[in-house]
């Protein structure tokens, strides 16, 4: 069964750091790879989807990377900002989708 | 871009009580659709796949007799818990298969058991 973790679980950094979150999964027989934002008690806002051929996905201040041979995903926030506080999830899609364990981030003003 | 709603957003309910929570595709049409639950700080568990028109797949340790689920159109799956426990608590999200590769997730919906 995939297994998918991320690291770290929770992070703080101060506004304007670039910062990497970390995602693991351990079978790599994957389709895609996507990244979601979760603010408190809400749902999932989709931030970039990686296809299994791609190796890289950018969105504004976001890049997503995959390499699908070492089970590794990372995200990177550039210029981090206080709204960018939330907790990111990565999902590995399959046969369904397998998400991981969140990195809740917090942005210091 | 395609929009999924949850109705409600929350709901408050007594134990022993059943309660339904509805999931739409408001601009396209889902044939499957999915349901997970998701505890205080950990992350989503799939409990059932929703196909229109047959019966839902249930997850491994998900009891169907108790998450009932309902996916009669295109655009509606409903999961209902019955007799609803303190230990049923807990943030339930849908999502929508648009295509092989898209899945569109609802907003959720907080169900708090007393």
């Known amino acids: 069964k995939q297994e998918v973790t991320q690291i770290p679980a929770a992070l703080s950094v101060p506004e304007g750091e670039n910062l990497v979150l970390n995602c693991s999964f351990t079978d790599s027989a994957i389709y895609n790879l996507q990244w979601f934002r979760q603010d408190p008690g809400k749902g999932l806002t989709s931030l970039l989807l990686i296809q299994s051929s791609q190796r890289e996905q950018t969105s504004g201040r976001l890049n997503a990377s995959l390499d699908k041979s070492s089970g590794r995903s990372t995200l990177y926030i550039a210029a981090s900002q206080p709204g960018d506080s939330a907790t990111y999830l990565c999902a590995v899609i399959g046969n369904q989708f397998y998400f991981g364990t969140g990195t809740s981030l917090t942005v210091i003003p | ?114």
């Open chain 2, 1 to 114: 871009g395609a929009v999924v709603s949850q109705h409600p957003s929350w709901v408050i309910c007594k134990s022993g009580t059943s309660v339904k929570i509805e999931c739409r595709s408001l601009d396209f049409q889902a044939t499957t659709m999915f349901w997970y639950r998701q505890f205080p700080k950990q992350s989503l568990m799939l409990m059932a796949t929703s196909n229109e028109g047959s019966k839902a797949t249930y997850e491994q340790g998900v009891e169907k007799d108790k998450f009932l689920i309902n996916h009669a159109s295109l655009t509606l799956s409903t999961l209902t818990v019955t007799s609803a426990h303190p230990e049923d608590s807990s943030f339930y999200i849908c999502s929508a298969r648009r295509g092989p590769d898209e899945q569109f997730f609802g907003p959720g919906t907080r169900l708090t058991v007393l």
